[in-house]
């Protein structure tokens, strides 16, 4: 059992195969824990959803659509680069996403950022032209407060 182990592990240390393969994680048994950690994201438990998707990303898990889960968590935890690497993750895979066009918007803005945050702001409006969702409703608010800051319309 020992060496099958150690075999495993090598091989994973060798990049051959994955982590969560050398360890018996299944795929079914990511997707499982990622919609527990969904959960806990919804529930604001943010602690136990951060831990959850902290775990499943070292196994190798491929987060998708949990990565801006992730993000707020870390938001919301008081993280803000931790969450900003996130949302940039999450932007790469989903780049007309509004919710993470304007948290992440609202994070670099919070940094002093403020040309990045204008360049998604403008994007998430331009997604939004009738004003209609939420977060293009957000991304208007903090492009009103960005100009307000830096004196520019």
Not at 29 to 40: P, Q, S, T, W
Not at 103 to 108: I, P, Q, R, S, V
Request: charged residues 25%; hydrophobic residues 45%.
């Amino acid at each position: 059992m020992a060496n099958e182990l150690d075999a495993k592990l090598k091989a994973w240390a060798k990049g051959s195969s994955s982590l969560a393969s050398a360890v018996g994680v299944t795929e079914k048994d990511m997707k499982g824990l990622a919609a527990v950690a969904a959960k806990h994201h919804e529930a604001e438990n943010d602690g136990a959803a951060i831990k959850i998707y902290e775990g499943l990303a070292a196994l190798g898990f491929d987060l998708g659509e949990h990565q801006a889960r992730l993000a707020s968590a870390y938001q919301r935890s008081n993280r803000p680069e931790d969450a900003i690497r996130c949302y940039v993750a999450a932007l790469a895979k989903a780049p007309n996403d509004l919710y993470v066009l304007a948290n992440l918007a609202e994070l670099l803005m919070n940094r002093g950022r403020m040309q990045e945050a204008a360049d998604l702001l403008k994007k998430a409006i331009e997604l939004d032209p009738k004003n209609a969702h939420p977060a293009g409703k957000r991304a208007r608010a903090l492009a009103v407060k960005g100009a307000k800051i830096t004196g520019k319309k």
